[in-house]
């Protein structure tokens, strides 16, 4: 157990709706990541926030959006989804920013299918 | 090219075999690289990471990073059923920026036939 907490563990939704997928990261990890892993695309980067202020941007898409509140959950906002959004969502967490250690913990992951 | 190349396989092998996974890169800035072990349907866990080239060993696990050639190995010895899992290389830039982030190979799929 990484100590990240994914919820929920799976989700099946219609074309065009939104969805929010929620983190816990470790206790005392200020760092969130989300990852986006397809079959196709492998594990792509996302978004990065560092104690509530967003630190880096990957290959996000507008549809989609983040935020990390102040006890440092986040959540990842899809909407408008296609099928193509389909895919393993994972969260990780680190104890510092980018410019810390290289160990990242990563969730359970949220599966999410697009129907 | 994409940034990171890694072979998906799948990679099969006997129980007790030497396995040898492979990445290679084309960013010559990147100078932290890391191994992740992904089982089935779980998130990735960290394996090993190296800085820079060399070589860093944990128990039956090796890994190689030859920056020359912009290609990292990791090396299983006496593999076990347990080590069937997709293995996933993993490197990043050095401190600062948006490149702080770490970029990703496809991972290989290994099974370890018993």
């Not at chain 1, 990261?25 to 397809?38: A, E, F, I, M, T």
């Not at chain 2, 006496?78 to 899992?85: E, G, I, R």
Request: contains cysteine; charged residues 20%.
């Amino acid at each position: 157990d990484s100590g990240v907490t994914q919820t929920p563990k799976h989700l099946i939704t219609a074309t065009g709706q939104r969805v929010t997928l929620r983190c816990s990261p470790r206790s005392g990890d200020l760092s969130v990541y989300w990852y986006q892993q397809s079959l196709d695309q492998g594990l792509q980067f996302l978004i990065q926030y560092y104690n509530g202020e967003e630190r880096a941007k990957g290959n996000i898409l507008e549809r989609f959006s983040a935020q990390q509140f102040p006890d440092l959950h986040s959540e990842l906002n899809l909407s408008s989804l296609e099928l193509g959004d389909s895919a393993l969502y994972f969260c990780a967490s680190a104890r510092g920013g980018q410019n810390s250690g290289n160990t990242i913990y990563f969730g359970e992951g949220s599966w999410l299918t697009v129907v | 090219q994409k940034e990171v190349e890694q072979d998906p396989g799948p990679l099969s092998v006997p129980e007790g075999a030497i396995v040898s996974l492979n990445c290679t890169y084309s960013n010559s800035a990147f100078q932290y690289f890391m191994w992740y072990r992904q089982y089935s349907r779980k998130g990735p866990e960290l394996l090993m990471y190296t800085y820079s080239s060399g070589n860093k060993e944990d128990g039956r696990f090796t890994a190689q990073v030859d920056k020359s050639s912009k290609y990292i190995s990791l090396f299983i010895r006496d593999s076990q059923p347990s080590d069937s899992a997709t293995y996933l290389c993993a490197m990043r830039e050095n401190y600062g920026g948006s490149q702080g982030n770490l970029i990703f190979g496809k991972g290989t799929k290994l099974s370890v036939k018993p």
